[in-house]
């Protein structure tokens, strides 16, 4: 692996060690310091949510170098963005409030809205979808 696209792992990986290090830091009352809880709560799991991805799509560039897949997590992260996360926020802010722990019933959505699970998916399969490809053109 050329030293770039090592330079560009690190950094994604210090990223997503950093995201996880300061998941409780409120960026919303350091950026908006008189909001109520649910704006709060919205903000900094829309911040954490959009910057692991940004991460992880980092960290597929640097290992593939392929448009097509960044096109893929781009899409995948629109769709978090625009259906995921509107529908956890409205059944989480309206079942339990703007609370650190989920039910059991949002738990699976919570993993999917904190953390880069659906991203993190795209390495394995990108992978197994190359060695596939190449195994049929021999």
Known sequence: MPLKRLLLVIIAIIALIALYLFQRFNYAA?????????????????????FNDLAVILLLWALFQSKKLLKIAF?????????VLPVYFYFKLSFEGPTELSSPLLSFIHRIVVNPILMLL???GWYYQQRLAQTNNR
Request: glycine fraction near 4%; hydrophobic fraction near 60%; aromatic fraction near 28%.
């Open 30 to 50: 350091a950026f908006f310091p008189d909001t109520n809880a649910n704006f709060q709560f919205i903000f900094n799991r829309t911040f954490r949510y959009f």
């Open 122 to 124: 795209l390495i394995p």
């Open 75 to 83: 899409i995948l992260q629109l769709f978090g963005l625009v259906v």
